[in-house]
C-alpha cells in the first residue's frame, strides 16, 4: 500500500499537545488510557465470547542469542531440583521436596512480549501527565507510572487488524507502516468498528516473517503503526 498522507515531522511534534490525555483523568493519574476501559465496557466484552477459545499473545521465551536479540537474553536457573529425592541421597538444607526455581530477563526488545509501562518513554525530560522524568531512578525504579497501575488487568473487548490479510500480502515490509486506510479497510471488510475502551491489536506479520526466513539485525529495521494514525487512536 502506498504510504500516503505522511505527516511531517512538524505536524507529528504538534500531536504531543493536539492529542494528549495529560490531565484527562486527573494530575495524578497514572492509568492512562486503560480508565476508558470501565465495567460498562469489561461487560460489553465479557459478552461477546461465543467458543471460548484461549488465543495467546505471547511468543515462546527464547534463552539463545540471535541477531535481533543479541544480548541480554533471559536467565534460568534451577535452585533446588528433584535430583536424589526419588533415591534418598538428596543433600539440601530444605525439610520439605519440592522444586525450585531463578528466571532473570529484560522486558524491551523485538523478541520478548511485554506490555509497556506509560514511564518507559520520556520527552523533554517528562513523562506521562508531564511528570519529571527523575521520578523513574536507578535505585527505585519507576516511582510513578509504573506498570503496577494495571494491577487489576486489562480486560476489554480486542479488535483483530490483520494488515497483510487485508493487503493480500505475507508481511508488511520493514520500513513501511502501517496507515488509517489499513485500518479502515479491516472495519469494512471484517464488519467491525473500533470503540472506545477496545484493545486494538494490529497484525503486520513480523514474526511470521522471522519464523520464515530467520532473524535479521535490528539495522535492517522492521515496522509499525505510521505516526499517521494517531489521530485516529486519539479519536
Not at 533471559?74 to 538444607?93: L, N, R, T
Not at 505475507?170 to 496507515?179: A, L, N, P, Q
Amino acid at each position: 500500500m502506498p504510504q500516503a498522507n505522511i505527516p511531517s515531522e512538524e505536524e507529528v511534534l504538534s500531536y504531543f499537545d493536539r492529542f494528549s490525555n495529560w490531565g484527562k483523568w486527573g494530575d495524578d493519574d497514572e492509568l492512562g488510557a486503560p480508565n476508558y476501559i470501565t465495567p460498562a465496557k469489561v461487560k460489553q466484552a465479557i459478552a461477546t465470547v461465543q467458543d471460548g477459545v484461549r488465543i495467546s499473545m505471547s511468543r515462546t521465551v527464547t534463552f539463545e542469542p540471535s541477531l535481533d536479540a543479541p544480548t541480554n537474553t533471559p536467565v534460568h536457573f534451577m535452585v533446588e531440583s528433584g535430583e536424589g529425592w526419588a533415591s534418598g541421597d538428596k543433600v539440601s538444607s530444605r525439610t520439605f521436596a519440592a522444586a525450585t526455581d531463578y528466571f532473570g530477563m529484560i522486558f524491551h526488545g523485538v523478541t520478548v512480549t511485554h506490555v509497556d509501562a506509560l514511564s518507559h518513554f520520556f520527552w523533554n525530560g517528562k513523562t506521562y501527565n508531564g511528570k519529571p522524568a527523575h521520578l523513574v531512578s536507578t535505585s527505585l525504579g519507576a516511582t510513578f507510572g509504573s506498570v503496577e497501575e494495571a494491577h487489576e488487568g486489562i480486560i476489554s473487548r480486542a479488535v483483530l487488524v490483520d494488515v497483510p490479510m487485508i493487503r493480500g500480502i505475507d508481511w508488511v515490509e520493514r520500513g513501511e507502516g502501517v496507515m488509517i486506510d489499513d485500518i479502515l479497510a479491516a472495519e469494512e471488510r471484517c464488519g467491525f468498528k473500533v470503540e472506545e475502551g477496545d484493545v486494538l491489536l494490529i497484525r503486520t506479520g513480523q514474526l511470521h516473517r522471522r519464523n520464515t526466513e530467520g532473524p535479521v539485525d535490528r539495522s535492517a529495521g522492521s515496522t509499525a503503526c505510521q505516526a499517521s494514525v494517531l489521530p485516529l487512536f486519539y479519536e
